[in-house]
């Protein structure tokens, strides 16, 4: 089966900095690849997705990076602000697999 | 309206009680899953239903039952409670067919005393 791997589990970086967070994945099968956002006492919520067809995809401050031949991806967060603290998962699945697998998360705080 | 909404939000019970979890999602999805977050905050999936069918069952004990009563609804029945079972369970749901995101429901934070 698909096994997500993630790293840091912890990260700290001050307001304004960039943080980066990645991911490996082991099923070449997979093609989407989304990445959630957890508050604390919230639930999971996406904040950006790429499929297998694209190599990179903006959304204002934040952007994710797939390399399909090493089999991983990565978030970027740009100009980091206090409310960016969070939990944040990366997860692979691919079409019909019926479940997404997730990463360890990792821990991002935010210093003002 | 809310998209995936989850019944009780807490739940705190004693060790060899039984209790259910309710989920209910109105965006006319294909798959609904249960996924459990521990107090590490791993999200591990433990039931997947598609259509009302089972398709993964993640090595959940046997004390765990799921029942989808159809499309729009699954719920999570655990027989004899143990402290182990601690944890925040959470409901999703998704468009398989296309691959498409998970949409959580709010949580429900289960203690086990």
């Known amino acids: 089966g698909e096994n997500v791997e993630q790293h840091p589990s912890t990260l700290s970086v001050q307001e304004g900095d960039s943080a980066v967070i990645k991911c490996t994945y082991s099923?070449?099968?997979?093609?989407?690849f989304p990445w959630y956002k957890q508050e604390l006492g919230k639930r999971p919520q996406l904040i950006i997705d790429?499929?297998?067809?694209?190599g990179e995809k903006k959304d204002q401050r934040i952007a994710v990076t797939l390399n399909k031949t090493a089999k991983h991806f990565s978030l970027h967060i740009t100009e980091t602000q206090p409310e960016d603290s969070a939990v944040y998962f990366c997860?692979?699945?691919?079409?019909?697999?019926?479940?997404?697998?997730f990463g360890d998360g990792t821990t991002l705080t935010v210093k003002p | 309206d809310t998209a995936v909404s989850q019944t009780p939000k807490y739940l705190v019970t004693q060790m060899g009680n039984d209790k259910s979890i309710k989920c209910e999602q109105n965006?006319?999805?294909?798959?609904m899953y249960w996924y459990k977050q521990d107090s590490k905050k791993f999200l591990k999936i433990m039931f997947s239903?598609?259509?009302?069918?089972?398709?993964i069952n993640e090595t959940v004990p046997n004390r765990f039952s799921p029942k989808s009563p159809d499309k729009a609804h699954l719920n999570l029945h655990i027989n004899s409670l143990e402290l182990g079972d601690s944890a925040v369970y959470f409901c999703?749901?998704?468009?398989?067919?296309?691959?498409?995101?998970?949409?959580f429901g709010s949580g429900t934070q289960l203690s086990v005393l």
């Open positions: 999703a749901s998704s468009q398989v067919s296309t691959n498409e995101k998970l949409f």
């Open positions: 099923d070449s099968a997979s093609n989407y």
């Open positions: 790429i499929r297998s067809n694209v």
């Open positions: 997860a692979a699945s691919h079409t019909n697999a019926g479940k997404s697998t």
């Open positions: 965006l006319g999805h294909d798959t």
């Open positions: 239903y598609n259509n009302k069918e089972l398709i």
